[in-house]
């Protein structure tokens, strides 16, 4: 009943950018911690950038430079801006979202389906 839908995603040139969208949606109550992670082939899946449920924002150390998240809360929507993309960056980005929802008792962890973000030349 709780659904989050990545967009964004797709084929880029080393050093070029790319816009990531997540849209949560349903029997949505509150959302305090939202975000993005990664995972690239044989690899774990790795934060990227996220809200953290204390409002900060934590990015890892190999986008920090380079990447932005920001959120419309009221929408609860986020977003990645990804700037001077690397070959590096190649991996499926997922959405993640920590959910208080209608039906529910408890916040609980919620997953987008991926985007997939291919930087090549």
């Known amino acids: 009943q709780v659904q989050l839908v990545e967009s964004g995603g797709g084929l880029v040139q080393p050093g070029g950018s790319l816009r990531l969208s997540c849209a949560a949606s349903g029997s949505i109550v509150s959302i305090k911690a939202m975000g993005w992670y990664r995972q690239a082939p044989g690899k774990e899946r790795e934060l990227v950038a996220v809200f953290t449920s204390t409002g900060s924002i934590n990015y890892a150390d190999s986008v920090k430079d380079r990447f932005t998240i920001s959120r419309v809360n009221i929408k609860n929507t986020v977003y990645l801006q990804m700037n001077s993309l690397k070959a590096e960056d190649t991996a499926v980005y997922y959405c993640?979202?920590?959910?208080?929802?209608?039906?529910?008792?408890?916040?609980?962890?919620?997953w987008g389906q991926g985007t997939q973000v291919t930087v090549s030349s």
């Open positions: 993640n979202a920590l959910v208080f929802a209608t039906y529910s008792a408890r916040w609980s962890d919620y």
